[in-house]
């Protein structure tokens, strides 16, 4: 996913942890990585091609950029969009040095044809290309160097077979635990020289959607409105009222959740209801509800999703006040 706010972005960088070590939550992760990362420094080859999936801001970029670090290679950043052309991405695998990390975020938008050339590139480390078109073409084959392919993706489903096949790590990020979150915001305090109380940073961690990234976002909010009106010490009654003007509500969920909810509610009667028309309803683009809307809703038990459609539940209800008006079984 693109970040929102170029600025904003930046600034959440500096809290990004660099080595595993430092990673919070994913235990599965930074212990398959650090048995890969070991295994293969001792032998002295590159590591192998790694694919990320899960929601956004959960650490997908994160995790690249501490395998170079771990491994001491550079990285390429690139995304599925920006290789428009084959030769976009054969130049830069052409310009890779052994062992180096080459990362490519969204793969699953990569144009098609490029695709086709990342197959035999990771697998056989060259490519065949073909330059010019007709009896004029002819194929030039390029060896790479034994490159490691790190890509991100939030929609693993969308990746073909051939592709996904070829990596031989594959990491799902879930997500992170209020306990983690609570880690996670006070390690980014201690950053940021943030004075906070505990209760404050457990109250930050549990309204941040289980995700690193708007834990990091609402712990900047709370620290402006810490230093504006509280004299700069957090409590956890300033985080609630900093937090509270955010839109962010008591169980962490924002305005578009609530108005995707009370949209499945006041609409459609609680549903079930498709995704199209769901998305039409709310003016909003449906992969933007699958990938970033949805999976928290459904992980947290406020949506069920079934082949008739999506409906929201009995919890969602009850927390949107709407209790009472229901004319469906109960759903929890
Ligand atoms: N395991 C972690 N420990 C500590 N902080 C983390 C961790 N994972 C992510 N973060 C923080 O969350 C921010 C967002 O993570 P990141 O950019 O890696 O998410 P992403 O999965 O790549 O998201 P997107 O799908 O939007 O690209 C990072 O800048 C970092 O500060
Ligand atoms: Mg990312």
């Known amino acids: 996913m693109p970040a929102s706010d170029p600025s904003e972005e930046q600034a959440i960088a500096s809290l990004r942890p660099t080595r595993l070590a430092e990673a919070v939550g994913q235990p599965a992760i930074v212990e398959g990585l650090g048995i890969a990362i070991t295994a293969a420094r001792r032998r002295g080859e590159p590591l192998d091609h790694v694919l990320f999936h899960g929601p956004p801001g959960l650490g997908k970029t994160t995790f690249a950029h501490i395998i170079a670090v771990e491994m001491g290679v550079p ?22 040095e052994r062992g180096e990390v080459l990362f490519i ?25 073909v330059a010019g078109t007709g009896a004029g073409a002819k ?3 390029y060896p790479l160097e034994h490159f490691t392919l790190v890509g991100a993706t939030t929609r693993a489903g969308l990746l073909s077979a051939p592709l996904r096949d070829r990596f031989g790590l594959i990491y799902h990020l879930d997500y992170y635990s209020e306990e983690e979150l609570t880690v996670l915001v006070t390690r980014s305090a201690a950053i940021l020289g943030v004075r906070m109380e505990e209760d404050a940073a457990r109250e ?4 941040s959607r289980g995700t690193a990234r708007i834990a990091n976002r609402l712990l900047r909010r709370v620290r402006d409105y810490a230093e ?18 955010e839109g962010v509500d008591t169980l962490g969920l924002d305005q578009m959740d609530r108005l995707y909810l009370s949209t499945i509610l006041d609409h459609y009667d609680g549903g079930p209801v498709g995704l199209e028309a769901l998305a039409a309803t709310l003016n909003e683009d449906a992969s933007i509800l699958v990938d970033v809307v949805e999976p928290y809703l459904l992980k947290s038990g406020f949506v069920l999703r079934s ?13 949107l006040g709407r209790t ?5 079984p109960r759903l929890l």
């Open 75 to 96: 990285i390429t950043h690139t995304s599925g969009p920006a290789l428009e052309k084959p030769a976009d991405l054969v130049g830069i695998l052409s310009n890779l």
């Open 228 to 245: 504006v009106r509280a004299g700069s010490r957090v409590t956890r009654e300033v985080a609630d009222a900093a937090l509270t003007r």
């Open 105 to 129: 975020d969204e793969i699953h938008r990569l144009p098609h044809a490029v695709e086709e050339y990342l197959y035999s590139a990771m697998e056989d480390f060259r490519v065949d290309f």
């Open 324 to 328: 009472g008006q229901s004319h469906q």
């Open 204 to 207: 930050i961690a549990r309204r």
């Open 307 to 319: 082949p008739a459609g999506r409906r929201a539940s009995e919890q969602a209800r009850a927390h």
């Open 139 to 141: 194929t030039i084959l």
